[in-house]
């Protein structure tokens, strides 16, 4: 059974080391800067005090297999400022044994009903990346035909949801 809470301090190791474990094949085939796998439990921690962010972690059976994290306020690489009842999900991540396993599309789901004056939702992720689009689609998702070349070699895809 997955379920998600609002991420607290004692989550932050965990979640930390799942992240890194879940992003290093990225960072290994794209050698982007701003790779998750780069970033230590301060960064995690940094945003669950930040009223520009909501962190959710993810369970099985009670044990915490990811983690979710919208951008509530600022801006992203496809939108100039988020708007009320604007949500960006800038990374959801789950442990690698466990992935492929429709985890991330039920925790996002699960998560959207969080944000109830939600109305428009974005992701973007690399274009090449066939099973984040696919998890992505079966959880309403919609490809908007947007691109950008952030590094050499790695080109995002603009995703939305409207509801």
């Known amino acids: 059974m997955i379920k998600i809470k609002t991420t607290i301090e004692q989550d932050v190791q965990v979640l930390t080391e799942i992240q890194k474990q879940a992003f290093l094949p990225l960072y290994e085939k794209y ?32 044990e915490i297999v990811g983690g979710v994290l919208y951008k509530c306020k600022g801006k992203g690489p496809f939108f100039a400022e988020l708007q009320y009842g ?64 952030t590094e050499p070699g790695l080109v995002l895809a603009c995703f939305e949801k409207r509801l």
């Open 31 to 62: 050698n982007d800067k701003g790779n998750p796998c780069l970033r230590g439990a301060e960064d995690v921690a940094n945003r669950l005090n930040s009223p520009s962010f909501r962190y959710f972690t993810i369970f099985e059976n009670e």
């Open 86 to 149: 604007e949500y960006y999900l800038q990374r959801i991540y789950i442990k690698p044994e466990r992935q492929c396993k429709k985890i991330a599309q039920k925790a996002i789901l699960l998560c959207e009903k969080e944000f109830t004056n939600a109305k428009y939702f974005s992701v973007d992720f690399p274009e090449d990346l066939i099973k984040n689009r696919k998890c992505y689609e079966a959880a309403g998702f919609c490809d908007t035909g947007k691109r950008m070349e």
